[in-house]
């Protein structure tokens, strides 16, 4: 993961032709996975996807999940 003040860049390992969500949620222990776009079709090996809204609320969780 990338992160400057202004976005957060996730990178995952990936199979090409799949597609992946990204999902996010502000804390640890109940909070709600939030999808981070609309999910990304991925062409090669290794994807990303760059939140520009990471927030300022302090801890921002990522996890990415292939989609069926």
Do not use: C, F, H, N
């Amino acid at each position: 993961m990338v992160i400057s003040s202004e976005s957060a860049t996730v990178l995952w390992a990936s199979v090409p032709g799949q597609r992946y969500q990204v999902k996010y949620r502000q804390g640890y222990e109940g909070q709600e996975w939030l999808d981070v776009g609309t999910g990304v079709v991925t062409t090669g090996t290794t994807s990303q996807l760059q939140d520009d809204e990471p927030g300022d609320e302090g801890r921002r969780l990522y996890r990415v999940i292939l989609v069926d």
